[in-house]
């Protein structure tokens, strides 16, 4: 390790538990990916507990010229949440939450998971507006700091429009919460020349008729390529300005350790129709009226989701051959308000030609498996790729009147480029597409296509339709070199100049939005390798995650399936023999020992990927049939209860009583545990066992 690493560990061991600072060769690894196709290995892991950890953190790296990168879930598409230097995790013990008095805000860490926030806001019949496909997975940090839009949230409800305020930590260990006056004032004074060049910039935008109303034009679709200019022109206090900055700066201007934000009204009715075309045009053509039935204004038509063929046989739709389907969503206050938006919706679509009559369904075990199918196209895609290649997505949006010339282009484009297997689905309704292909990054021939595709996708969307090259997933590391040609030399200058005031030295997540190497989007490139058929066609994805009982603890379902990957990819090269002896080593401890084993992974998996199947493979391996090992392992099972009753019996722990229902309700986490000294061997001893 490099000497200011060292020297940064020593200083951060003072203060950080070792517990929680991870600088193995194993968890550096499984750190180091993401969801994005990209890996980057960090120098040192530290999983923050607090605000006061982080700012002393950041003073320590600021002293050092060392640079930090944060990461939440790492539900990431863009490789924002990798590091090759000091990555620092706010996920766990990041959880806390305050709902107003009159559910109006929701002030939250940034460790949530997105979906829990709607179900804490759920008995007031209010919700967190923004909706990825990934938001029972993704975090609050992500959610805010990508600002993810998703399947019902167009750029009326986005992370930046429903931000009320936030608390942030800036390079240098400052605290600014922009919703305390306090802190509003201590700042002013603290960082005067802070806040004078905030409304410089702000003066300078409004000052430059044609860059304010590039920007104006620019966010009235979806664009997250880049840092957010748009605050610069919607607001005039500076603080509400510094706010809105880091909503959409991938971490790249400062930590967000608190968010307040309006929450929006819940619908109590809903109904959903999966509408079939034979012709993606004409579906185009149907979402384009169904857009201008909106006129501005939020509903009758909230959402209208285009799966085109491989989106339908990923998830095995039987309905036809090459159709392409609309999952169109309508909500009202009273079933006859519900009734009314589906007949307006319905007298749109009637000049329309369907395959099949349009079929509108409230009931919820009906629809919510269609957006269960929608939530999980890309992974479900990703799992039908051939093994080996990645699965890669893209983010891009166009002004909505051009959608259906834009949509017939794009698959000519993909067509072109060779990629027949390409799969076109996401929020047509706000023009947003994501498309995704199968791509192989082990040959220079297969890397220059892909380097083609995207020099190709670049000149549709900016040079044809002026468009986001990035609508909702983040700039990161794939479209940071072509920033400046979609904004154009004024606004990436002003860009820039935030970047400087916030970051002097470039220190936060370098290599991020801001990259000086055009070629980095085809460098770093993450490895497939194939390591056991049980988990072959896992994209890494991490939407496993939430359910599994050892994230957080040792290693997630994600991680183990990375870990093993290397390990394969370094059996099958024999490169690096010492490194593949100490990961194998590692791993046997917090990969296979700390497997639960259950599955419990495969049910929040699109693709049902069961990890414990894996590790299941693995141990049988290690205690093959008739080993002294297996021996034990077939009596122990054969003779549970007598197992059962010497480990109650002779456990040193006290007897507990019987859990109430009330503590049933919420079992014993990780977090909750305790070391003990058990004569069974047990690192961990969580009592009571239920």
Avoid at 195 to 201: D, H, V
Avoid at 407 to 412: A, K, V
Avoid at 414 to 427: A, E, R, T, V
């Amino acid at each position: 390790m490099d000497k200011r690493y060292s020297e940064f560990l020593k200083a951060a061991s003072a203060f950080i538990p070792k517990e929680r600072i991870y600088t193995d060769e194993l968890r550096r690894l499984a750190w180091g990916t993401d969801a994005s196709f990209y890996r980057l290995i960090p120098q040192i892991v530290v999983r923050s507990d607090n605000e006061e950890e982080v700012a002393r953190l950041l003073t320590l790296a600021s002293q050092m010229k060392l640079p930090v990168t944060f990461r939440a879930a790492g539900t990431s598409l863009s490789g924002q949440s990798l590091s090759d230097s000091i990555l620092i995790v706010a996920g766990k013990h990041w959880e806390k939450y305050t709902i107003a008095d009159d559910a109006s805000t929701i002030t939250m860490q940034p460790g949530i998971i997105g979906g829990r926030v709607n179900e804490y806001l759920k008995p007031y019949g209010r919700m967190f507006a923004p909706d990825p496909a990934s938001k029972n997975s993704a975090m609050v940090g992500g959610i805010v700091i990508n600002n993810a839009s998703g399947m019902n949230c167009g750029t009326h409800a986005n992370s930046d429009k429903v931000l009320r305020s936030m608390r942030i930590v800036l390079v240098d260990g400052t605290v600014l919460d922009t919703g305390d006056e306090a802190s509003r004032e201590a700042f002013r004074k603290s960082h005067p020349d802070f806040i004078a060049e905030i409304e410089r910039i702000r003066d300078d935008i409004r000052a430059d008729e044609r860059l304010d109303e590039r920007i104006r034009y620019k966010y009235q679709i979806k664009n997250v390529t880049g840092l957010n200019l748009l605050p610069f022109v919607r607001f005039d206090d500076p603080f509400e300005i510094i706010a809105h900055l880091m909503v959409g700066s991938e971490g790249t201007l400062a930590f967000m350790s608190e968010v307040t934000a309006n929450t929006s009204h819940l619908y109590p009715c809903s109904a959903s129709a999966m509408l079939y075309f034979s012709d993606i045009r004409e579906a185009c053509r149907a979402v384009v009226a169904m857009k201008k039935l909106n006129d501005g204004k939020e509903g009758p038509v909230f959402s209208a989701e285009m799966l085109d063929r491989k989106s339908l046989a990923s998830v095995n739709d039987t309905t036809g051959e090459n159709l392409t389907a609309v999952l169109t969503e309508t909500k009202g206050d009273t079933p006859e308000e519900l009734r009314a938006n589906i007949n307006k919706i319905l007298a749109v679509l009637a000049p329309f030609s369907l395959f099949k009559p349009a079929y509108f369904t409230d009931n919820p075990a009906e629809y919510s498996e269609y957006w269960k199918i929608r939530s999980g196209i890309f992974p479900s895609v990703g799992g039908t790729r051939p093994l080996g290649t990645t699965s890669l997505i893209e983010d891009i949006a166009f002004h909505i009147e051009e959608l259906p010339d834009a949509t017939s282009e794009l698959q000519q484009l993909l067509q072109n480029s060779g990629y027949d297997d390409y799969c076109i689905y996401g929020h047509a309704l706000e023009g947003n597409y994501h498309f995704v292909i199968a791509q192989s990054f082990d040959t220079e021939k297969e890397i220059e296509r892909y380097r083609g595709l995207m020099e190709e996708v670049e000149h549709l969307v900016v040079d044809r339709y002026d468009g986001s090259l990035k609508a909702e997933h983040g700039t990161g590391r794939n479209m940071a070199p072509f920033v400046r040609k979609e904004w154009g030399d004024a606004a990436y200058e002003m860009m820039l100049r935030i970047k400087r005031l916030f970051d002097p030295e470039g220190l936060l997540n370098p290599g991020v939005i801001f990259n000086d190497d055009a070629e980095c989007f085809i460098k770093n490139l993450k490895p497939m390798p194939l390591a056991n058929d049980h988990v072959n066609k896992c994209i890494e994805c991490g939407f496993c995650e939430v359910n599994c009982v050892s994230c957080g603890f040792a290693l997630s379902a994600r991680q183990r399936i990375v870990v093993q990957r290397e390990i394969s990819r370094l059996r099958t090269t024999g490169e690096n023999p010492e490194r593949l002896k100490t990961l194998a080593k590692q791993f046997k401890e917090l990969g296979n020992n700390l497997c639960a084993g259950d599955g419990l992974c495969s049910t929040s998996c699109p693709m049902k990927i069961n990890t414990g199947e894996m590790i299941h493979d693995l141990r049988q391996e290690a205690l093959p049939v008739g080993s002294f090992g297996h021996g034990v392992g077939r009596i122990a099972a054969n003779h549970l209860r007598a197992v059962k009753d010497c480990f109650v019996r002779h456990c040193p722990l006290p007897q507990q009583p019987a859990p109430s229902s009330a503590t049933r309700r919420r079992l014993p986490s990780v977090e909750d545990s305790t070391p003990s000294a058990c004569r069974f061997g047990l690192r961990r001893c969580r009592r009571p066992i239920i």
